[in-house]
Nanobody
Framework: VQLQASGGGLVQAGGSLRLSCAAS????????MGWFRQAPGKEREFVAT????????SYADSVKGRFTISRDNAKKTVYLQMNNLKPEDTAVYYC?????????????????WGQGTLVTVSS
């Protein structure tokens, strides 16, 4: 599975961005596709994930109510709509895919990773 993330950029606090993650290759083997982020000097953290077969979603508490993850199976693409962005959302955002059914908030469960896209939120 190959993943291509896009959509990052510079935005003011309170603004919005939409990230996209296009998958190719043996995508039928993936169960969840999600987003993680890593800020400078910090560990990679879970943001959101979606189960491809039924659209079940899970979010980190820090983004719940502001971010929405969705998928378009026909286009093999997952989106992360980010609203009301805050400076603390600044990070490199990575999309990832996993065959796992459990612990889908744990980055160690994800087998495939995109290259990352930088999101910078200015105050």
């Amino acid at each position: 599975v190959q993943l291509q993330a896009s959509g990052g950029g510079l935005v003011q606090a309170g603004g919005s961005l939409r990230l996209s993650c296009a998958a190719s290759g043996r995508t039928f083997s993936s169960n969840f596709m999600g987003w993680f982020r890593q800020a400078p000097g910090k560990e990679r953290e879970f943001v959101a994930t979606v189960r491809l077969i039924d659209g079940y979603t899970s979010y980190a508490d820090s983004v719940k109510g502001r971010f929405t993850i969705s998928r378009d199976n026909a286009k093999k693409t997952v989106y992360l709509q980010m609203n009301n962005l805050k400076p603390e959302d600044t990070a490199v955002y990575y999309c990832a895919a996993t065959q796992a059914n459990y612990y889908y908030r744990d980055y160690a469960q994800y087998n495939y990773w995109g290259q990352g896209t930088l999101v910078t939120v200015s105050s």
